[in-house]
């Protein structure tokens, strides 16, 4: 602006300068000059970034992996199968992410711990990312790091044997409850109870496996926690049927990947994986028509694997086919989901519910790839 100025003022003094000089001239005739001026305009700047922008990506990048904290307990979310190997919905979202950065699915380190670690891990940046059934709220959001998006909506439950009579809150006055210490769960049960003038004997654990066994060996009345975990673990009991969910739901469970704070870059590609991944659900992308649908009509779809446009991967550091890749590595959402929790998964049946799409009047949703 300063450049433009001067040149303004400078033009303006040549003009004043040949009138002057023209009034004072003996020859009538009016001598008109052209003068052409050449102004460079100074290229686009690059966006600044904050402080500490691609601190952690970087830090990924050059280690080749990506470091996760995961449940290693938790069947459907993260559970090791009969090789010993670490599987899971939550499990899968981190190879995605690995597969987004190194087109690998299995560049990841896969960091099991306990429901009580999950906030240091993310303060102190022991692990890129936690992907271990964890709720988002806006105390761990403002304390522990990024959560990046809803990846499953849950609710707390109930767990009771069949034949105990429990079938309301009320018929729960003075029972002995199983419990996650260090968990939402935990001060949801105290906040519900003291709300209905209830009383209850707390029986706590920090791992979660411990929880299940002492409910099912009879050492407390109920087990408590997200409906989805109820369902996990009661179907890998030795009598399931022996065991009911109630129709009770005391909270609100939204279960979300988080990333520790400080670096934008890579909370970004960790939130754009996840939003891949929805949106090749919504446009019938999945894991085995890729190819075929890089060709597709539609030009989000190309715009989403890489064939054409920028959806942003150029800023985050990341390949245009980048989101491909992780759907190619885990499947769409759906595929996903299915894979552990539909009819035919190698988890349990779990109806959708609120985890099918908006259009089909869920709540999963994310913002276009474009």
């Not at 990333?259 to 870059?265: A, F, M, T």
């Not at 446009?283 to 694997?305: F, P, Q």
Request: glycine share 10%.
């Amino acid at each position: 602006m300063r450049k433009i100025l001067i040149l303004i003022v400078s033009l303006l003094v040549i003009s004043l300068v040949a009138v002057a000089c023209a009034s004072q001239a003996p020859s009538p005739e009016k001598v008109v000059e052209t003068v052409v001026v050449t102004v460079e305009v100074p290229a686009e700047q690059a966006p600044v970034q904050p402080q500490g922008y691609g601190t952690i990506a970087n830090r990924v990048r050059e280690r080749g992996k990506v470091v996760c904290g995961v449940h290693t307990e938790l069947l459907g979310f993260g559970y090791l199968d009969e090789n010993g190997r670490n599987i899971g919905f939550d499990v899968d979202l981190c190879r995605a992410v690995a597969a987004a950065m190194f087109g690998d699915p299995e560049a990841v380190e896969l960091v099991p711990i306990t429901a009580a670690d999950r906030g240091p891990v993310l303060q102190t940046g022991e692990v890129d990312m936690v992907s271990r059934n964890m709720t988002w709220t806006s105390k761990r959001d403002a304390e522990w790091g990024n959560f990046t998006w809803i990846t499953f909506y849950d609710g707390q439950g109930f767990l009771v044997h069949s034949d105990s009579g429990i079938k309301t809150l009320q018929d729960m006055d003075g029972a002995s409850i199983c419990v996650t210490t260090g968990t939402t769960t935990e001060k949801n049960l105290a906040t519900t109870f003291a709300d209905a003038g209830l009383s209850y004997e707390a029986v706590t654990f920090e791992e979660t496996s411990a929880v299940y066994g002492a409910y099912e060996e009879g050492r407390c009345d109920v087990a408590t926690s997200d409906k989805s975990q109820l369902a996990a673990v009661s179907a890998g009991f030795a009598n399931p049927k022996d065991h009911v969910i109630l129709d009770i739901t005391i909270s609100k469970e939204p279960l979300t990947p988080a990333v520790p704070s400080g670096d934008d870059q890579w909370f970004d590609i960790v939130k754009s994986v996840m939003w891949g991944l929805i949106n090749a659900e919504e446009y019938g992308v999945t894991s085995s028509n890729i190819e075929e649908m890089k060709s597709s009509d539609n030009a989000n779809i190309r715009t989403m694997l890489g064939e054409e446009g920028d959806w942003g991967y150029s800023v985050l550091g990341l390949e245009p086919d980048s989101l491909a890749k992780a759907v190619a590595a885990v499947g769409n959402y759906g595929e996903l989901y299915n894979h552990y929790f539909g009819p035919n998964g190698i988890a349990f049946t779990l109806p959708r519910g609120l985890n099918s799409l908006w259009s089909e009047g869920g709540m999963i949703y994310a913002p276009p790839i474009k």
